[in-house]
């Protein structure tokens, strides 16, 4: 009993304190509401018979744990939004095919493995017809408009991944099918292997496989672990010795402990000590915990479509970053796990508007929307009473949400200034040569200039909830050097 009763002590303060969690049951139910619609066939429920029968009640339901809460939270605001995209955005029943490649032998992407083998569905062409292709025909938001050349080149780029036979799964009639099939839905966050009726993003279903067999996967797996630890470890370093990360009272702009080194210089290393923390963070958040699924795997208890060593990468070419600046980063270099989820409202009143596919304003709505959105998720980063603020919890979310919400503001930019210089000299002079290079040059400046100007919102963010006081890693490599004791965290040595 007083196990018990510690336990809900640390869990309340957890979810007051540390990070938002569920505080009332009402939080469960749209995790249970949301398959339960997507089971349901169109012979029991119309599709207008379906949304006013379950939107409303998970959207009550959502906002009534929000109250609980006291505020939002990622999960809850994530299966809001995916609810939005299924259920009234977009017709699964209708449009989503699930594609399954049909193994007729061994595959060297598989590393000589056998082929799961999929629900009986009939083969189709390749590239299926699609509906709405005029208004849907650009890629997701995050990245160039159509009309750019880096998406020219894409889409004129041969696919050799999608030479071989697949098949394509349409909403099931049988129960125990429909099942595998939204089960698979709901977990294929990129919609990955799943086609549905944009152009874009349909023609290079199935994606290629990232890697060559599990062994190189294991191997990436285990240098991307060690790269994020050091960088976690090192930045971590440098905090401790800088005032800035735990005194609110102390400018981004102030000097430097090294001293001599302050304004805008200071707020450059400081931004990209936060970058550096935040991207190593998240990119421990996808490799590593895929090594269970893909152990699975290899003892037969996983389908091919569940290990994660077949799927395309969670990060893109950091070259994207140099070609594109601000839209490549978040376009193509960064996780594209919210990509559909935050994006598809956009889309959604776009079509609704009757936007010329390819346009600058359509390009532009979308955009905002999908950080709009994306900032609105990740404002449920912040605990309803963090330990160490001296603001509000409120004012701490404007402080994460407006780090996104100021994206689309370069991403435009960017996108009137190629516009721009492609009408006065050409886009040929910029795909080679000295063009090229400047281009290089000057994109990664630019990046490197725009995130020193947003990431001091996350660095407040970031201070005001105490992110900065305790050591990211509980084995220190710098402290074991320096003969400070390998063990970072005290509860360990307890």
């Known amino acids: 009993m007083v196990d018990m009763q510690q336990a809900v002590i640390f869990y309340n303060h957890l979810t007051h304190h540390i990070v938002p969690g569920p505080r009332s049951i009402s939080y469960l139910v749209p995790l249970v509401l949301l398959p339960t619609a997507l089971l349901i066939p169109r012979t029991t429920l119309s599709r207008c018979q379906n949304i006013f029968l379950f939107m409303p009640v998970i959207t009550a339901c959502i906002v009534l744990a929000w109250w609980a ?98 098949s394509e799964q349409s909403y099931p009639d049988s129960f125990s099918h429909r099942l595998q099939w939204v089960g698979t839905l709901l977990v294929s966050i990129r919609l990955n292997n799943w086609r549905i009726s944009s152009p874009s ?62 304004g805008f210089a200071a707020q450059f290393v400081r931004a990209m000590v936060t970058g550096a923390q935040a991207w190593a963070l998240i990119s421990q958040m996808f490799y590593l915990p895929c090594l269970l699924p ?103 979310r404007l402080y994460v949400a407006g780090f996104f919400w100021a994206q689309p503001m370069a991403m435009l930019v960017e996108t009137l200034g190629a516009k721009i210089m492609s009408s006065v000299t050409g886009l040929s002079f910029w795909q080679e040569g000295a063009g090229r290079l400047a281009r290089l040059l000057v994109n990664g400046v630019w990046v490197f200039m725009w995130f020193t100007l947003t990431m001091p919102l996350l660095s407040e963010a970031g201070k005001q909830m105490g992110y900065w006081r305790f050591w990211t890693v509980p084995i220190s490599i710098w402290q074991g050097l320096r003969g400070e004791g390998w063990v970072a965290w005290p509860v360990l040595d307890t």
């Not at 630890?229 to 735990?246: G, H, K, M, N």
């Open 69 to 166: 809460m006291g505020g939002v939270d990622v999960i809850s605001v994530d299966v809001l939004l995916w609810s939005l995209l299924l259920l009234v955005s977009q017709d699964p029943w209708k449009d989503f095919r699930w594609v399954v490649r049909n193994d007729n032998g061994p595959d060297p992407k598989r590393s000589g493995d056998q082929g799961s083998t999929p629900i009986p569905a009939k083969t189709l062409p390749d590239v299926p017809q699609t509906k709405n292709e005029t208004s849907t025909s650009e890629r997701t938001t995050l990245l160039p408009p159509p009309n750019s050349d880096g998406v020219t080149k894409a889409e004129n780029k041969p696919l050799s991944h999608v030479q071989q036979a697949v």
């Open 201 to 262: 993003h349909d023609r290079k279903q199935p994606p290629a496989p990232a890697f060559q067999n599990r062994l190189s996967f294991v191997l990436y797996t285990i240098f991307c672990f060690m790269r994020g630890y050091l960088v976690l470890d090192l930045t971590r370093a440098y905090i401790s010795y800088d005032a800035y990360f735990t005194d609110p009272q102390i400018s981004i702009r102030s000097p430097l402990p090294s001293g001599g080194v302050e």
């Open 294 to 396: 893909v152990g699975l795997h290899a003892l037969g208890l996983l389908s091919d479509e569940w290990s994660p060593h077949l799927w395309p990468s969670y990060f893109g070419s950091p070259v994207a970053i140099f070609l594109y600046g601000v839209r490549g980063f978040w376009g193509t270099y960064w996780h594209q796990t919210m990509r559909w989820s935050v994006a598809g409202p956009g889309y959604a009143v776009a079509d609704g508007l009757g936007l010329k596919a390819g346009g600058l304003i359509r390009y532009s709505l979308i955009t905002v929307v999908a950080f709009g959105l994306s900032g609105t998720v990740h404002m449920g980063l912040v605990p309803p009473q963090p330990l160490h603020a001296t603001v509000s919890a409120n004012a701490i």
